[in-house]
């Protein structure tokens, strides 16, 4: 019984170091979003889109994560297993966000872009807001959709 505790222990840990290991590979890119520059993750595998930010515990301040989409959609997200408060803007392929929203942790709530957007940017919830980020404003740094 032990050997099998140690056993499922250990694959819980390697687990994490690999999900660790994962963000730590992600490219980055400095976003600059209305008054604030974000250092974002980017994130462009179906895989990755899937998994997010869900699980971690905290994101420092100005970090984000920048979601890729594989074509301009209307995106929606929400907030299952993820217990970090946040704020999503939606953003087109020209870069101008199309809509913001505060999504609450550990919920099922979608929040879905106001048109096609090409990009997803998550930060601290708030950030957005305090940075003058709404619809229409441009996002600078953005990598090719």
Not at 97 to 120: F, I, N, Q, R, W
Request: hydrophobic residues 50%; charged residues 15%.
């Amino acid at each position: 019984m032990n050997r099998v505790l140690a056993c499922l222990l250990l694959a819980a840990i390697a687990c994490g170091c690999k999900q660790e290991t994962d963000q730590a590979q992600a490219p980055r890119v400095q976003l600059v979003a209305g008054v604030m520059t974000f250092t974002a993750e980017v994130v462009s595998t179906s895989a990755a889109m899937q998994r997010g930010l869900m699980h971690r515990r905290s994101l420092a301040e100005n970090a984000g994560m920048l979601f890729v989409l594989p074509a301009p959609t209307k995106a929606c997200f929400w907030m299952k297993d993820t217990p970090i408060a946040l704020s999503v803007a939606f953003i087109d392929s020209h870069g101008q966000v199309l809509s913001v929203a505060d999504m609450e942790p550990m919920t099922e709530t979608k929040h879905c872009a106001a048109g096609l957007a090409s990009y997803a940017l998550e930060v601290n919830r708030g950030l957005l807001s305090l940075a003058g980020v709404r619809a229409g404003t441009a996002i600078g740094g953005l990598p090719r959709a």
